[in-house]
């Protein structure tokens, strides 16, 4: 009775261990393996993703790009869940060029600097021209409902134009590169005076950055929004952070889609290391 007793606590030990290794969080694939039962959900495909044709070659990108070697042993075509998406299918993007603005219809507030609109009939996923506003949806940072509240405000409002600048109409993750516009108001701009920008990203020149600079040097001026502390204690570094290289900053970089899928493996093994010696001490002590 007492060898189940002790059987059975160690299960327990084990428990959020695994269930800590299995987070749910996007690979760079834009999917992630269900922890219950390892089926393989693709919730978000990035371009990588649309590379695949069928489901065997999505199950290729999957052994080579998810770092859960647990369920890569037991992935088959059958356990991939595409979750409504269809693979090899190609959007049609040719109506877009660079350097023009379209009318655009809200279809969904994704958060303080991305969102989906559609255009010529399509469905972008947008993200805002050269700001970077904190997370609010895998990763809830300081002000990041607040950014995301504000935007979606704003574009409820109607009347929205994007306008394409730079020197690419779509990021590595295929979302359309755009200044918003809602009626004559540049939104970028609003949430940089609102204290909702903390960071730049540069994928190329833009035509409004200075105006964009100058609404968040006012923030921090007047202590608006996240600046409010820093404005009241007066810190002296106020230059925003820009991505020198040309590359968005480290939260653009990995995106949602390349956050830590945690290494199962590791943490089984920690969890049968922990049970075993919890099993031996309890052994000593009869």
């Known amino acids: 009775m007492k060898r189940i007793v002790i059987f059975c606590f160690c299960l327990l030990v084990m428990f959020p261990i695994s269930a800590f290794a299995h987070p749910g969080e996007l690979d760079e694939l834009g999917g992630h393996f269900r922890g219950s039962d390892c089926v393989y959900l693709l919730h978000e495909p990035t371009a990588l993703a649309k590379q695949a044709k069928t489901k065997q070659e999505l199950v290729q990108l999957i052994q080579t790009y998810n770092g859960n070697e647990r369920c890569k042993r037991h992935l088959t075509p059958e356990r991939i869940d595409l979750d409504g998406h269809t693979l090899g299918k190609k959007e049609d993007r040719s109506t877009l060029r660079l350097g ?32 970077d506003t904190p997370e609010s949806t895998i990763q809830v940072e300081p002000y990041g409902k607040e950014a995301s509240r504000f935007t979606c405000s704003r574009l409820h409002q109607g009347n929205i134009l994007l306008e394409t600048d730079g020197d690419a109409l779509f990021d590595k993750y295929q979302r359309l590169l755009a200044w918003v516009w809602v009626g004559k108001r540049l939104l970028q701009e609003d949430l940089a005076k609102a204290g909702l920008v903390e960071d730049f990203y540069d994928y190329g020149d833009y035509k ?9 040097e006012e923030a921090k001026r007047t202590g608006a929004g996240m600046y409010e502390k820093r404005s009241k204690a007066k810190q002296p570094n106020s230059e925003p952070k820009t991505a020198g290289s040309g590359q968005p900053p480290a939260r653009e970089q990995g995106g949602p889609t390349e956050k830590n899928a945690g290494h199962p493996a590791l943490y089984t093994l920690l969890g049968l290391a922990a049970a075993a010696a919890l099993y ?7």
């Open 100 to 131: 023009r603005t379209y009318p655009a219809e809200l279809v969904e507030c994704i958060d303080g600097d991305t969102a989906k609109f559609r255009v010529n009939g399509h469905v972008y996923t947008t993200r805002f021209l050269f700001i």
């Open 280 to 286: 031996w001490l309890i052994r000593q002590l009869k």
């Open 208 to 216: 409004y950055e200075s105006r964009v600079r100058k609404a968040y």
